[in-house]
């Protein structure tokens, strides 16, 4: 177990990061620190490389340069399988574009997989734990249904309990509501708003502007592998100081 | 000419006798054979898509190698050519499990790859964000729902390895083929003996792939 964050200490440091895609150059001297609590959303055009820095918080995607030091941990380029990832993984939740449902598994056992195996609960506080996680996220009697007996909306969510099961001090979300029907992006939201006012450490890459007006802390607008600007939703949106911000925003928000 | 009158459908009956006792040699070499390739197929499927290149290309060795000649030639081979170097004769029996064994092994460690692979890149990115390890993402997450793809090529293979047993009838084996020959040797009555080998043939894949739509059916194949 790791020793807790200080107040005060960024849980999530990004220096100098770095990231090849053999000659594409994806992330560009990333800088950048989430402190405890803090909910800061990432927006930026497609292939802008948004994505990809929250990957490499979790050693999905790994980088060639810099350093990334999660909670205590720190990630080193080229970095594989080490001990600090391991360790990063089991504190950090994500929630992915696509769901990412286990779909051979119902839905109690999406969710209590990971604390069965990794944290080694037993299977009775396990399944205590799915239970109170999904009445969060309001869908409690769905727990013996398999993932593909629920609408996309339901799916997130039990997406979103199963990272919640393993206690997590940080979020990642991946286009959470970019795979939903219009009518569900809603439900997602809700419960994200849920868990940002609880306190939860988030960051969040989605092109749902009105929600990161309204949740984040910090916005970070990122183009071509560089953060361009970043600062309070209300100073980004409503006055943004570079030409790149200006023009997207212009973009994103005129519909 | 009447055809029917020609097909004696008494002598046709009366080879069953003869015939059954090869059934189980049949279905020995076949399953025998099978169970031993599903464990090379596993083996060497999980060792074609390492990403090690020296645990890697062993894999592509074998099963280019296995897949690429003939099971007749790979049977003379070891019933035939391996007592040269092994200084003393191999049972027909085990020859011929041997011969299934490497050679479905070959097969099914395409199946064992292409299953694998076929699994969405996102369900073993959802597994280790969760903090799982790669054994355990494979375990549990990986290898259950490839499995379940893997079903129906798998009965595929089977079929294909059951009727391959046929060719064994080349070393002695007394399976159905050979129990066959045996009996025209005296009977000369091929067109009738031949016909209700087949149908033997039949009966036993058909078992096979009732019980395998069976498993379709109840959703434990695919997703």
């Not at chain 1, 849980?11 to 803090?38: C, R, T, W, Y």
């Not at chain 1, 994200?192 to 960051?203: D, V």
């Not at chain 2, 040269?84 to 097969?107: F, T």
Request: include cysteine; aromatic fraction near 8%.
């Amino acid at each position: 177990m790791t020793t807790q964050t200080p107040a005060d200490q960024p849980i999530v440091h990004m220096q100098q990061v770095n990231k090849h895609f053999g000659s594409l150059h994806v992330l560009k001297d990333i800088e950048l620190s989430v402190a405890p609590g803090e909910v800061v959303v990432i927006i930026g055009a497609s292939g802008s490389g948004k994505s990809t820095l929250i990957r490499c918080i979790n050693g999905l995607e790994e980088f060639q340069a810099g350093h990334i030091e999660v909670d205590g941990n720190a990630l080193t380029p080229h970095g594989k399988s080490s001990k600090a990832l391991q360790t990063i993984r089991t504190e950090v939740g994500m929630v992915f574009q696509q769901f990412n449902l286990f779909p051979h598994l119902s839905v109690r056992d999406n969710i209590t997989l990971a604390p069965l195996k990794v944290r080694g609960v037993s299977r009775q506080q396990a399944a205590s734990t799915a239970e109170r996680l999904l009445e969060r996220v309001g869908i409690s009697d769905q727990a013996d249904k398999y993932p593909s007996q629920l609408s996309g909306g339901q799916q997130q969510r039990v997406a979103l309990a199963r990272a919640l099961a393993m206690e997590p001090r940080l979020m990642l979300f991946d286009e959470p509501t970019s795979a939903l029907d219009p009518e569900m992006i809603g439900e997602v939201l809700d419960a994200m708003r849920e868990l940002a006012r609880e306190g939860m450490t988030m960051m969040i890459v989605t092109h749902e502007m009105g929600f990161a007006r309204e949740v984040a802390d910090r916005v970070v607008y990122i183009h071509g592998g560089e953060i361009v600007e970043q600062g309070p939703p209300a100073t980004l949106f409503d006055s943004p100081q570079h030409d790149r911000t200006q023009s997207f925003l212009a973009r994103v928000l005129k519909h | 000419m009447d055809l029917t009158f020609q097909f004696n459908w008494s002598a046709a009956f009366a080879s069953i006798p003869y015939l059954l006792p090869g059934i189980p040699y049949t279905l020995l070499i076949s399953f025998g054979g099978l169970a031993i390739g599903f464990f090379i197929g596993i083996f060497f499927g999980l060792l074609r898509i390492s990403p090690l290149r020296w645990l890697r290309w062993p894999a592509i060795f074998y099963i280019e190698v296995f897949r690429g000649t003939p099971i007749l030639v790979q049977v003379l081979f070891i019933f035939y050519g391996l007592p040269q170097l092994l200084g003393g004769p191999i049972n027909a029996l085990v020859a011929g499990i041997a011969a299934i064994a490497i050679n479905s092994g070959a097969y099914i460690s395409e199946i064992v790859r292409g299953g694998v692979q076929s699994i969405e890149r996102g369900q073993r990115e959802a597994s280790l964000s969760l903090g799982l390890s790669r054994t355990q993402s494979f375990r549990y997450i990986i290898w259950p729902q490839a499995f379940r793809r893997m079903i129906p090529p798998l009965g595929n293979q089977g079929i294909i390895s059951i009727k391959d047993t046929s060719l064994f009838s080349v070393i002695g084996v007394g399976e159905l083929v050979r129990q066959g020959q045996i009996y025209i040797a005296t009977t000369f009555t091929a067109l009738e003996v031949y016909f209700m080998v087949a149908l033997m043939y039949l009966a036993i894949t058909w078992t096979l792939s009732l019980i395998l739509r069976q498993l379709e059916r109840r959703g434990l194949v695919g997703q």
